[in-house]
């Protein structure tokens, strides 16, 4: 039987499935609370690893060592790259990348913005079974909310610039931002283990981000919980 690493990476992402979440046992370790149990008749662990990539990528590696997960799915919100992605509506991830990884100042032209030197791949590829079901769930959730199969990058910054937001879909081809996701598919990647990434866009990633974010990101995270829920129940 499958054992699933849920991953939401601010208490809100996370609250609302341990409600949901029965036999539920909690072991803490490096700063995280990893709640073991069962939802919708799956075995799961579901943790908030904090914000960012280091807390992602280590909240992963422990739920594969010391949980023995065997798919990990990160959900949550983002910021949309995309002007046809609006704020409520879902980006499924294809892969990811870590748009604020930079060596190409070393002279290596392999070292394009977002490789990470020595890696044999640029982008770490989600489960193709798994991003086809949430697809799925998404529709059977809410079949008016658009939902999109696309590159998703993730970074230790919270993006609220047209600028920077221009420079990242010149450069990525991404459809949202967020700070977790690449980190989970890096050490996901490594350790040859599915995953997909899940995300309700929240703001825009330009100048109107300050006002969204705030505004959107509790009902965008409400959402996100419901459609993991549905894939769960497909799996
Ligand atoms: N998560 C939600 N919105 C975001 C943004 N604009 N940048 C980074 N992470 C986000």
Not at 108 to 134: C, H, M, N, W
Not at 190 to 209: F, M, T, W
Request: net charge negative.
């Amino acid at each position: 039987m499958k054992k699933i690493g849920i991953i939401g990476a601010m208490a809100g992402e996370v609250a609302h499935f341990k409600e949901l979440m029965e036999a539920v046992q909690v072991r803490g370790k490096a700063g995280m609370d990893f709640f073991m149990g069962r939802l919708v008749g799956q075995d799961v662990v579901v943790v908030q690893s904090g914000i960012g990539k280091v807390n992602a990528a280590v909240c992963t590696q422990i739920l594969i060592d010391d949980f023995q997960v065997d798919t990990v799915i990160n959900s949550g919100i983002a910021g949309s790259l995309c002007n046809r992605i609006h704020i409520g509506d879902v980006v499924i991830a294809t892969d990811t990348v870590q748009h604020d990884v930079d060596a190409s100042g070393s002279g290596d032209k392999e070292d394009v913005p977002g490789q990470i030197p020595g890696l044999d791949t640029f982008s770490f590829p989600a489960d193709v079974y798994l991003r086809e079901l949430a697809t799925k769930a998404c529709q059977e959730v809410n079949a008016e909310i658009q939902v999109f199969q696309g590159r998703i990058v993730s970074g230790d910054q919270f993006i609220a610039d047209a600028k920077h937001k221009a420079w990242m879909i010149d450069e990525f081809a991404a459809l949202c931002t967020e700070m977790e996701g690449a980190a989970v598919g890096q050490v996901a990647y490594l350790n040859r283990i599915p995953y997909v990434v899940i995300r309700v866009i929240s703001d825009q990633a330009d100048g109107s981000a300050h006002v969204d974010f705030p505004t959107f990101a509790k009902q965008a995270m409400e959402h996100s919980v419901k459609l993991v829920v549905r894939l769960m129940e497909r799996l």
